[in-house]
């Protein structure tokens, strides 16, 4: 641990697991990044225990990033909670400050975090690809008192893997993009080749919507992803006989 109680993943150590217990108390800042967690370099594993009660100006439960691009930091989150840290800037839960770093949740919850200054993530701010999946909950976190879960940088995206698709075990995240999406531009939050795993996601602002783009066809779907669009949007229509098929939406109260 370092003088202001954070627990840094030091640059001779490869990786560092945690199966249970509590992480709390961390207050960094002052010197900026991780309030619980700073990962520099290596892996950084999640099996179990909590990370609550921590504070930073960046990534106040965990943040992960290294001081340069010749040396890859890495969070893998399996089980565990993250939940009621307060960052200043970005990324409440978690924060991945480059786009060559990792993250990869496939279970546990991060939820009840706080971002004060910005609407950077709530739960998790990534400034690179991350993969999700299994049972990971991101939920209930908000940034500047709006709700703001999982905040992807421009041109970020989500690989899903393995999700579970029903019960209390359901993957379910909350999703906010940098770029805002309009209703010419929708904006894509999951990888190509994504199939409909729609319902494992809800936007944070109501004026938008996930929906499934299906832009391959069955046979081939390595063009198909999740994307964010504006909650007015009607497209792809098609009519055949009296039948009318509509892979947008549009909300009517």
Do not use: W
């Not at 930091?73 to 399996?78: L, R, T, Y």
């Not at 729609?198 to 936007?203: A, Q, T, V």
Request: net charge negative; with cysteine; proline share 1%.
């Amino acid at each position: 641990y370092d003088s202001t109680g954070t627990h840094e993943l030091l640059e001779d150590e490869v990786a560092k697991a945690i199966t249970g217990g509590i992480i709390t108390g961390g207050n960094n800042n002052n010197q900026g990044n991780g309030g619980g967690v700073q990962v520099d370099r290596g892996k950084f594993y999640l099996y179990g225990g909590n990370i609550v009660g921590n504070y930073a100006k960046n990534g106040a439960g965990v943040h992960v990033g290294s001081k340069t691009k010749d040396v890859i930091a890495s969070f893998e989150m399996s089980g565990g909670t993250i939940s009621y840290n307060k960052a200043l800037n970005g990324g409440g839960g978690v924060s991945i400050s480059n786009a060559y770093e990792e993250f990869n949740m496939t279970g546990g919850e991060i939820t009840n975090n706080v971002v004060v200054n910005s609407a950077y993530g709530g739960g998790v701010f990534t400034q690179s690809d991350i993969t999700l999946g299994g049972t990971a909950k991101i939920t209930n976190n908000t940034a500047k008192g709006a709700t703001n879960n999982v905040c992807l940088f421009t041109g970020k995206t989500i690989t899903l893997v393995n999700p579970t698709t029903n019960g209390d075990d359901k993957m379910q995240i909350g999703v906010t993009t940098f770029a805002t999406p309009t209703e010419s531009k929708p904006v894509q939050i999951t990888a190509d080749g994504t199939a409909d795993y729609s319902s494992h996601f809800f936007s944070d602002n109501d004026n938008y919507k996930v929906c499934f783009n299906n832009k391959g066809t069955e046979e081939d779907t390595t063009d198909d992803y999740l994307e964010l669009r504006t909650a007015y949007a009607i497209t792809n229509n098609t009519k055949e006989d009296d039948k009318t098929t509509n892979n947008g939406y549009i909300d009517v109260d």
